[in-house]
């Protein structure tokens, strides 16, 4: 009896391993890519290699259409999977057959192909899809600037979900093309070289972006409207290119004045944390009313409000460094926040430095000095700050005053090291505060976990910390 329960067993057994997995053992890609910050963003089961959007944006309307071809490489046997877009949808096809879509809450579409995916292969995805960007809200949030003459994609930790459909999170980088028709008179701006700009008929023109090195989804950018452009090459030959609103107003000249200054800064910056990650430079200021700057990738997003004091360099010299810390080395999950923006803002006070203007120490002793202890900022943990608090200025000061603790405590010959040897250590990838601290260690020969807990983790004001050198 025993026995010939066993033969049959094994008999299935043996039928299972000598055909392909059935479609039952295949698995929905998860709706998330696993950040506990922000659980919708990015998705599970594929990871992305290109993006090639061809698009078609009419600034009287608002409207936005056109095709997304995404390619990808499946990560385990995949029945369907999501991409994160707020958009409408009219087509996906998957390997050329058409797919089912649906779609759940505002920025998950469901894709399930007409064959299963097995793991580990190359699958193309195309998207068709129209769709006005300004009428998508989620949670009271938009990373769409409705400009007089056009409109801008720019915000973190997501903006994606407004223009094309992605695996949006930090962890999945790509490299893109992006191609956008718009009419005659204004321009489509994005990340990379201008590849080309060409006539479509009378009263369109198609200019076609392409960002070669891996670029997170949030750093992807569009802008479009009328813009007076600036192009340039630096020394080592890499071409730059501005682009500033035609009606910035009072705000033009001191705009001007600062992002002009790109290719000067991106030199200095390259002397403190080595080569520059990208072949192209620039910025751009559209004519939208938000206050933010953003570090798009090779070409930063500012706010014309950045400069109604006159010229600000060192909002330049922010997005700049985030080239390096933000941009080439990203964020493993959003918590690790402060390895982009502490370091982006030390940079300031090494600039201020440099330029005379205030040593980094004046700086760390002036912020530290303008909040007592029973301020709110000691209660903000810039190591793991919450979603709530992602972007509160105690990441950014709390988070330069980490570093300045850190100078003062390894000396400024392993400080500098440190601050070079880190983007060389993780290029095009992505890190945690846990591996800044592990490699901070193993650069210095010191124990550093106390300085850490101390300026990134507690949550009351740290006794002051012992002064660090002066001079870059
Ligand atoms: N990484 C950007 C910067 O520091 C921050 C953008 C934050 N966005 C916002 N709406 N607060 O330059
Ligand atoms: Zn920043």
Do not use: C
């Not at 409207?63 to 995404?70: D, M, P, Q, V």
């Not at 649906?102 to 192909?113: A, C, I, K, R």
């Not at 720019?154 to 992006?178: C, G, I, M, R």
């Not at 994005?190 to 369109?204: C, F, I, K, Y």
Request: aromatic share 12%; net charge negative.
């Amino acid at each position: 009896m025993h026995r010939r329960l066993i033969v049959p067993g094994a008999f299935v057994a043996a039928l299972l391993l000598a055909i392909p997995a059935s479609a039952a053992d295949y698995e929905p890609g998860a709706a998330g890519i696993g950040d506990p910050y922000y659980p919708a963003s990015g998705n599970g089961g594929y990871d992305v290699s290109h993006y090639d959007l061809r698009l078609k944006y009419q600034p009287k309307t608002d409207l936005l259409e056109g095709t997304a071809t995404i390619l990808a490489t499946t990560k385990q046997d995949l029945s369907r999977f999501n991409l994160d877009f707020g958009l409408d949808v009219s087509e996906v096809r998957v390997n050329g057959k058409k797919a089912k879509v649906s779609f759940s809450g505002d920025q998950e579409v469901e894709v399930t192909p007409a064959a299963p995916l097995p793991q580990g292969s190359e699958i193309t995805v195309v998207v068709r899809y129209a769709g006005k960007p300004s009428e998508l809200e989620i949670n009271g949030f938009t990373a769409w600037h409705r400009t007089p003459d056009g409109g801008v994609a720019a915000q973190e930790p997501e903006s994606a979900v407004w223009w094309f459909p992605s695996n949006d999170h930090p962890l999945d980088k790509a490299t893109y093309d992006v191609s956008v028709q718009v009419p005659n008179g204004t321009q489509a701006i994005s990340n990379g070289v201008l590849q080309s700009t060409r006539p479509v008929g009378a009263d369109w023109t198609r200019y076609s972006w392409r960002s070669d090195k891996p670029q997170a989804s949030y750093l992807a950018t569009l802008a479009v409207g009328k813009f007076d452009i600036t192009t340039d090459r630096t020394a080592a030959g890499l071409p730059v290119l501005n682009a500033y609103s035609k009606d910035l107003g009072a705000n033009e000249g001191a705009a001007k004045a600062s992002v002009e200054r790109t290719a000067e800064v991106a030199e200095w910056l390259e002397e403190v944390f080595g080569p520059y990650p990208f072949n192209a430079l620039g910025g751009y200021v559209p004519n939208v009313t938000s206050g933010y700057a953003l570090e798009t990738q090779t070409r930063p997003f500012y706010s014309p409000k950045q400069f109604a004091s006159g010229s600000n360099v060192s909002v330049v010299v922010h997005e700049l460094a985030h080239q390096w810390y933000g941009d080439s080395v990203s964020v493993h999950g959003w918590k690790d926040i402060w390895v982009n923006e502490g370091f982006a803002r030390y940079s300031q006070w090494l600039w201020s430095e440099k330029e005379g203007e205030g040593t980094a120490q004046e700086l760390a002793d002036y912020v530290y000095a303008s909040h007592p202890a029973d301020d709110a900022f000691w209660t903000v943990k810039p190591g793991d700050p919450g979603p709530e608090n992602q972007f509160d200025i105690a990441v950014y000061d709390r988070g330069a005053l980490a570093l300045q603790a850190l100078r003062g405590e390894i000396g400024d010959k392993a400080f500098f090291e440190i601050l070079k040897g880190w983007p060389a250590e993780h290029a095009y990838g992505n890190a945690k505060v846990s591996d800044f601290v592990r490699y901070a260690e193993q650069v210095s020969g010191k124990p550093l976990a106390g300085l850490f807990d101390t300026w990134l983790y507690q949550t009351s004001k740290p006794s002051a910390p012992a002064a660090a050198g002066v001079g870059v």
